[in-house]
């Protein structure tokens, strides 16, 4: 069974400056890829890289515990509770 490549519709283009140009070329040689291949397959890498990111906010592990343990800490709110002892100002019908 063979697979099958997505149907490739949209083109990109970019102007590079000659250095940047023959950097791709040259990585593109060194691991055996079309400049093309080469490029559309590192700009999806950082692609995927980026928006994986947007769904995270990373930060060490004593801290994400520490923020947990405070979430099972009871917090007086003498403001709400204030608030909540009051005579509603509104009757449900």
Not at 68 to 85: E, G, H, K, M, T
């Given at each position: 069974?063979?697979?099958?490549?997505?149907?490739?519709?949209?083109?990109?283009?970019?102007?590079?400056?000659?250095?940047?140009?023959?950097?791709?070329a040259e990585a593109a040689r060194l691991v055996g890829q079309s400049r093309s291949s080469f490029v559309v397959?590192?700009?999806?890498?950082?692609?995927?890289?980026?928006?994986?990111?947007?769904?995270?906010?990373?930060?060490?592990?004593?801290?994400?515990?520490?923020?947990?343990?405070?979430?099972?800490?009871?917090?007086?709110?003498?403001?709400?509770?204030?608030?909540?002892?009051?005579?509603?100002?509104?009757?449900?019908?």
């Amino acid at each position: 069974m063979t697979k099958t490549s997505p149907l490739r519709t949209r083109r990109l283009e970019a102007r590079l400056d000659p250095e940047t140009d023959d950097l791709i070329a040259e990585a593109a040689r060194l691991v055996g890829q079309s400049r093309s291949s080469f490029v559309v397959a590192s700009a999806k890498e950082r692609a995927e890289t980026v928006v994986a990111r947007g769904d995270r906010t990373p930060m060490p592990a004593r801290q994400f515990d520490a923020l947990i343990a405070s979430l099972d800490q009871a917090d007086p709110a003498p403001r709400l509770a204030a608030a909540f002892a009051q005579e509603r100002v509104f009757e449900r019908v």
